[in-house]
């Protein structure tokens, strides 16, 4: 009986060092999403600021004219799928490529090259099957967005310019309070010129580059932001999901700490009604006849 109560005690000890743990992680996974949602506000105004550019741009073309479009390439499509880096997200990564429909394009598409961030969403495409052309771990911090985002950018640029790519898409998944995960799909090349408001001003604004290098690289650039949005708000969610995990984590570790202190205090109690029941009997053995 001693040795059964000191077993359960040294197992509470144990998962009551775990509940420890678990509280720490979702601690700094909500702070790692509040602390990424701060840094939103910023990367939509860069954005901003270059459509504005972008739409100053379009004001001096001539009313016949429009912006240059990217075509090359056989038609292939660069799929960029935004995972977790580290793990205790659920299943964040796998519901992420099961969205971004991989392994359907495996069977059905040749015409895709994969490419994965996140070191988490690169093992289940392993275990996919899927060949992944591309790969880069995900951000573990704010400020490493805007290197990740680069890196993103050069690699699809460098496709497009070889002709191995003519259309690229980006997946990743949006934070928000519900436990379903919202995941978006967004093109981002060929880039859309028309989405933006042209400038109305009666100075026209002074060129110094020609308008098709111009508009390709305001178009880089308002891709690089989209990019970098995009990351920042994946890593968002993927931080919520870690919330939500540790959370569920956190009440099964309560439920078991509970029934493991009901059961040691039944076992004390077991102790101490033998340890009486010991004693009596001795009291009764050594009265004198």
């Known amino acids: 009986m001693t040795g059964r109560l000191a077993q359960v005690e040294a197992r509470i000890e144990t998962v009551g060092k775990l509940s420890t743990v678990i509280n720490a992680m979702r601690s700094i996974a909500a702070a790692r999403a509040q602390e990424a949602r701060t840094h939103l506000d910023s990367i939509r105004a860069y954005a901003e600021t270059i459509g504005a550019g972008i739409g100053q741009a379009l004001a001096c073309l001539p009313q016949d004219g429009g912006p240059p479009v990217h075509h090359g390439g056989d038609g292939r499509e660069a799929l960029i799928v935004l995972c977790a880096e580290q793990g205790f997200a659920g299943a964040f990564s796998r519901k992420t490529l099961d969205a971004a429909g991989a392994r359907q394009h495996r069977a059905k598409n040749e015409n895709q090259e994969l490419l994965i961030v996140g070191t988490r969403g690169m093992s289940a495409a392993e275990e996919d099957g899927l ?120 009440d099964n570790v309560t439920e078991t700490l509970q029934d493991l202190i009901g059961t040691s205090r039944r076992l004390r109690q077991d102790e101490i009604t033998n340890e009486i029941i010991e004693l009596a009997s001795a009291g009764t053995q050594s009265r004198p006849v």
């Not at 690699?155 to 990743?172: C, F, K, M, P, T």
């Open 131 to 250: 060949t992944i052309q591309w790969c880069s771990p995900m951000i573990s911090h704010p400020s490493q967005t805007g290197a990740l985002a680069d890196r993103i950018t050069e690699a699809i640029y460098e496709r497009l310019a070889s002709g191995d790519i003519s259309q690229v898409s980006i997946v990743h998944t949006v934070p928000g309070l519900s436990a379903t995960q919202q995941i978006l799909k967004k093109r981002l090349v060929p880039f859309d010129f028309s989405r933006f408001t042209v400038a109305h001003t009666s100075i026209e604004p002074r060129l110094t580059l020609p308008p098709d290098r111009l508009f390709a690289q305001l178009a880089q650039e308002y891709v690089f932001a989209e990019l970098s949005e995009a990351v920042m708000l994946s890593f968002a969610a993927e931080n919520e999901a870690r919330m939500r995990a540790m959370l569920a984590a956190h």
